[in-house]
């Protein structure tokens, strides 16, 4: 987890990983968003700490720069990379073995997520090649890009490509990987039984993401801040 957001949203992301996926290690990257306080820090150490699982303090590089770095310390380790956001909501109980039991299943997924609440259900179906049984769960897999919710990467695909890179506006890093990874012969899918619904956490946090993604702002979350 890149934990950047308020701590209400990201201890309550960390409890329901716990909850949902009972004998699964959350590794918890605190990211010194810009409202946190020190007591904030503390008590998401705590929670991380109540389930054993591993943190680390970093200075936010950038939603790509913060990846590089966390595909720098696990390719030498494990196989994916699953990114649990602080403000995305699984629904269901045992999703993230489902995730690794599909990705075990297809060498040619670079990319799997988990049904996507958010998105219009048209765009789903039109852009869909069709739904496949892979390692006991149905994926519907697609043929040009959708936007996509909470999932995870192959980090082999990603190393291929020369790691994670992205437009410099946020909303673009979909975009940006599809084009890497799609013409290497890989694809992506949603798994129909395990969905995912996206919260709209902090205003101040999700009006700069707007911003970005309209081009109407150059600067960081925290340059934005500091300046509204």
């Not at 790691?163 to 890093?173: D, V």
């Not at 902090?202 to 979350?221: C, G, I, S």
């Amino acid at each position: 987890m890149l934990a950047f957001n308020n701590r209400d949203m990201v201890i309550e992301a960390i409890h329901l990983f716990a909850t949902q996926n009972p004998g699964k290690t959350l590794r918890v990257y605190i990211l010194y968003y810009p409202t946190l306080s020190e007591s904030d820090i503390q008590e998401i150490k705590c929670t991380c700490n109540d389930y054993d699982f591993p943190w680390e303090l970093k200075n936010n590089e950038g939603l790509i720069g913060n990846y590089n770095y966390v595909l720098k310390k696990c390719q030498h380790s494990y196989d994916y990379m699953f990114c649990v956001d602080p403000d995305e909501r699984p629904t269901e109980l045992g999703w993230a073995q489902a995730w690794e039991d599909v990705m075990d299943a297809h060498q040619k997924y670079f990319y799997v997520s988990l049904w996507n609440l958010n998105e219009c259900p048209q765009a789903l179906k039109y852009r869909a090649s069709g739904t496949f049984e892979r390692g006991g769960h149905d994926v519907r897999e697609f043929r040009t890009l959708v936007s996509w919710a909470l999932g995870g990467f192959r980090i082999k695909a990603v190393l291929e490509v020369g790691g994670f890179s992205a437009h410099r506006y946020y909303g673009y890093f979909e975009h940006r990987m599809a084009e890497l990874c799609l013409p290497q012969g890989y694809t992506y899918g949603m798994m129909e039984e395990y969905a995912v619904r996206h919260l709209e956490s902090d205003p101040f946090y999700t009006k700069w993401k707007v911003e970005q993604a309209a081009r109407r702002t150059d600067k960081t979350f925290e340059e934005w801040f500091r300046g509204n």
